[in-house]
């Protein structure tokens, strides 16, 4: 299940924004070990808001929202394009390394008017299959500043908690490499039954036994670090899992997926959903002093004496 939301308004000025083209996430670098994919499923999906102006005008509308984006596993392009005359942009950007943002700019709404931008997008996603030799890849010993960002504590990743970390090292024991990541999983889908409930992170995961797809993946995550090991959360339609990230004898790095809850999986990913983000520590502009595990929508609009309230819908869904 996706994290929990709440859209998020704000009563102030709109917000001018430069010009911004379509953005891209970063190309690999020669030093990175492309993963072995598996089949295609070829699929099409629709990102977008609508805004309707209830009671009185509305102006200054000012809306953010994630669209999935390339990564090595998936393949993006945009097929599509709704918006109505009143939207300026849509314009996209990046945040760090893990989300693509469409931003959406509504000078005004008339009273009972309603605008619109919506972009269809069509995904090539891959499945992932493990390595046939894993006796090879081992810890970074040396990451790099990009890496390690995904080896501190993030919300509802307790990296540092001595609990966490004496689990981690108990269930590591003596294994090195692959095998030492590996058996961090099977440790944490031991200690910790599937079963749908309120969001928690890892600590509380450890303490109480269960949790859902989130607490599972916060806790491999949070021991995996504690073990220097990178890990990040991946989101995906409905959905989280992680990968964690090793490197062969020559240096070069990848990232290796895992289903922490259902069917077991490890070092590869059947799954076909469409990414919308990979990561669990972002900073957002829009949202200035918080630290986001998940960069959810984003809506804010300027007070208007007279004015009416924005309605507003996100659309995310297969198309």
Sequence with gaps: MLPR??????????????????????????????????????????????VAAEGGPCRGIYATLPVPANWPEQKVRTVAED???GVKGPAFRTLGEGVEQMVVTIPSIPAGGKEHAIITFELERFAIVAPDDVSGWRIPAKPSREIRLHLGASPYVETRDPKIVKFAKQAAGDHEGW??????????????????GELKGARRA???????CEELTCLFIAAARSQDIPARTVWVEGHCYPEFYLETADGRGCWHPCQAAGTRAFGCMPDQLPILQKGDSFRDPDRPGKQLRYVAEFLKGAATDGGGKPRVTWIREGA
């Excluded at 095998?179 to 079963?195: F, P």
């Excluded at 450890?206 to 859902?212: C, E, S, Y």
């Design 5 to 50: 939301r709440r859209l998020l308004a704000a009563s102030a000025a709109a917000l001018a924004l430069p010009a911004i083209g379509r953005a891209q996430l970063a190309t690999p670098a020669e030093d990175v070990v492309a993963p072995t994919l598996g089949d295609m499923r070829l699929q099409r999906y629709r990102v977008g808001v609508i």
């Design 206 to 212: 450890l303490a109480d036994g269960w949790g859902d």
């Design 83 to 85: 918006v109505s005359r």
């Design 179 to 196: 095998k030492r990541v590996e058996a961090i999983y099977d440790a944490v889908r031991k200690q910790v039954e599937y079963r749908n």
